[in-house]
């Protein structure tokens, strides 16, 4: 069984830093893709970031140049550090990554349980 659990949300003050974290545990033979994705409340869960095995990563235009995701393969973790914090980022956190694993040998799709982060002053 696989899983993925993520850590490091809680409450931070505008212009604030928070870094989140997510392991992967289970039959893993190799992770492709890792992701972070975001619900805010009252809204549709959006795109945060991505990454790939080989480390290329895409952003949503509202946290480019200020989150920055990054993965530990050998320990088959994704993060999440983000600076300059607004009210606006406030939701709940998603991991998510495309994990071949097994047996039997198969890909699928996983989500984490989601982590809060509020951003108030």
């Known amino acids: 069984q696989v899983q993925l659990v993520e850590s490091g949300g809680g409450l931070v003050q505008p212009g604030g830093s928070l870094r989140l974290s997510c392991a992967a545990s289970?039959?893993?033979?190799?992770?492709?893709?890792m992701g972070w994705y975001r619900q805010p409340p009252g809204k549709q869960r959006e795109l945060v970031a991505t990454?790939?095995?080989?480390?290329?990563?895409a952003y949503a235009d509202s946290v480019k140049g200020r989150f920055t995701i990054s993965r530990d393969n050998a320990k088959n973790m994704v993060y999440l550090q983000m600076n300059s914090l607004n009210p606006e980022d406030t939701a709940v956190y998603y991991c998510?990554?495309?994990?071949?694993?097994?047996?039997?040998?198969?890909?699928?799709?996983?989500w984490g349980q989601g982590t809060q982060v509020t951003v108030s002053s």
């Open positions: 289970g039959r893993i033979y190799s992770i492709v893709a």
């Open positions: 998510n990554a495309n994990i071949t694993g097994g047996p039997p040998i198969r890909t699928n799709n996983y």
């Open positions: 990454i790939t095995a080989r480390r290329t990563t």
